[in-house]
């Protein structure tokens, strides 16, 4: 790599380390720390869509859009809703009980039980997800830049933990700003790049619609399929169960708005991403359809797969390497051809020659699926990596290859800052969940916040060793994006539950809701694991929370009225 790309790297994420420690060097009150103080609604704002948005976010999801088109925004359609309901219910009643942890409400409404089963449950899907949120631009970027992969893993886990356990919450709050700021600048630098790339090839409508014939802008899907992973009806139920979940019960991103300077500030920051997110989104996976245009008008790699790998199936059998990769440049070269025609039937004003051109360009599109798909098979075959998936390195492919020295610095930048992000709103709410709801509620009471304050450090630098040692020894067997996402549905729906029942049931009790949990979460893992049915994994969200209310509201009729 340059060493000017290197610079920008080196600069960017050791200004924000810096600047984390630098502004929360000052903090001693517990409660800064835990879930930081006084922010106001842009912080806030900022700061819940850092949380959100992970490396994966930006490595993985222009590499789906580049495979299957646009239909994962769906996903998204439901959380402007969620958002809104949780500005309206849960804001004024966290803020009302002073909460730390949003498990402590669970106690409230119920018993010390269900809120320790809630604060469990949390710490096991949200500790298996720091370590994805390291692990992912680890394994990437260790692949593709030939960087050392304990060395970058190990490195970006100590500079998160570093400022996290410096100035905890409120470190997390104020560099996610920047954060920020530096990710929104470098995709959109990158979207600009790859827009004047293809306009070289054909105007921006021209290019669309090349997008369009070869199904890339499946933006909605409005089938009854529950198989279906993504269409609009999982996208508004299920979507909306998962972030109502995320947003309204997980420490991470509760935290964020919790430290807000009112109520007021706290819900404007909400609906700042209610606003932002779908079209962030929307704008992500563009990009990576744009980059699937560039890639139809420009020879793309035979496949994406890190050069590791493909040296490996050609020194393993270079005969049959070479005339998978023959074929599939002979069926690019033909697919060249046929968009061509496409473009000039278009510009000849459409008409049955553009609806042939396009048919023409489906089935060579098609045989270049094939092609390539019969290569990386070969590769899969060669070299025991079936679980290596080709999508989460299309981007960091465009990226290294075609933008200028300093921005490819950047863009890696922005990659690793996303990673920093994420990882540490996980670490800061892992360590106030540990502090609050275990070891001061269940072993150490009543001692002085210094106590607190050291036992949140230390358990910030627990959970960062072993978010450290799983992305170390992990190993992907979903799209990374897709994981991500796959490991909250099974866990959400469950807590979900639990916080629907504690705010809008009253006849529902402590005892009834705890069995009532359990019974839902072995329910949701036994589904997931043995294939009993076939259903796209956002439903889970909505499987556990109605499990959750449906059984522990039999419960209740069965054992009577709800004890006091």
Known sequence: MNPIDIATIGVTLVAIVFFGVWKTRNDRKLDEFLKGSSNSWGTIGLSVMATQASAITFLSTPGLAYDSGMAFVQNYFGMPLALILIAVVFVPMYYKLELCSVYEFLEHRFDSKTRTLGSAIFLIQRGFSAGITIYAPSIILTSVLGWDMNTTVIGVGLAVILYTVTGGSHAVSVTHKYQMTVILTGMAIAFGIVVYKIMGHAGFRENLSIAGALGHLNVVDLSFDLNKRYTIWSGLLGGFFLSLSYFGTDQSQAQRYMSGQSVRESRLGLMFNALLKVPMQFLILLLGVLVFVFYQWERPPATFLPSSMTDMAESADANAYREYKLRF????????????????????????????????????????????????????????????????????????????????????????????????????????????????????????????????????????????????????????????????????????????????????????????????????????????????????????????????????????????
């Not at 921005?407 to 800061?428: D, F, N, P, Y």
């Not at 607190?452 to 910030?460: C, I, Q």
């Not at 449906?550 to 709800?562: A, E, F, H, N, R």
């Open 329 to 564: 440049e002979d069926r690019f070269q033909e697919q060249k051809i046929a968009i061509d025609g496409y473009v000039e039937a278009l510009r000849n004003g459409g008409g049955s020659a553009a609806q042939a051109s396009k048919e023409e360009l489906q089935n060579a599109s098609l045989a270049v699926k094939e092609a390539r798909s019969q290569l990386k098979g070969h590769i899969a075959r060669t070299t025991g990596q079936e679980s290596m998936k080709e999508t989460d390195y299309v981007f960091i492919h465009f990226v290294l290859n075609e933008l200028p020295i300093g921005l490819i610095g950047l863009l890696i930048a922005v990659i690793l800052s996303a990673a920093m992000s994420s990882t540490a709103s996980e670490l800061s709410a892992l360590a106030t969940i540990t502090t609050v709801d275990f070891y001061q509620n269940h072993f150490v009471k009543d001692r002085d916040e210094r106590h607190y304050m050291k036992a949140s450090r230390t358990f910030t630098a627990m959970w960062g060793g072993l978010a450290i040692l799983f992305a170390l020894f992990a190993s992907m067997v979903e799209s990374l994006i897709e994981a991500v996402n796959i490991v909250g549905s099974l866990f959400y729906g469950t807590v979900l539950g639990l916080f629907l029942a504690a705010f809008f049931i009253r006849r529902i009790g402590a005892h009834a809701a705890f069995i009532a949990a359990i019974i839902a979460q072995l329910s949701v893992l036994l589904l997931y694991f043995t294939d009993l049915v076939q259903i796209g994994y956002l439903w889970y969200n909505l499987i556990a929370c109605a499990l959750v209310i449906v059984i522990s509201y039999s419960i209740q009729l069965v054992i009577g009225k709800k004890e006091v």
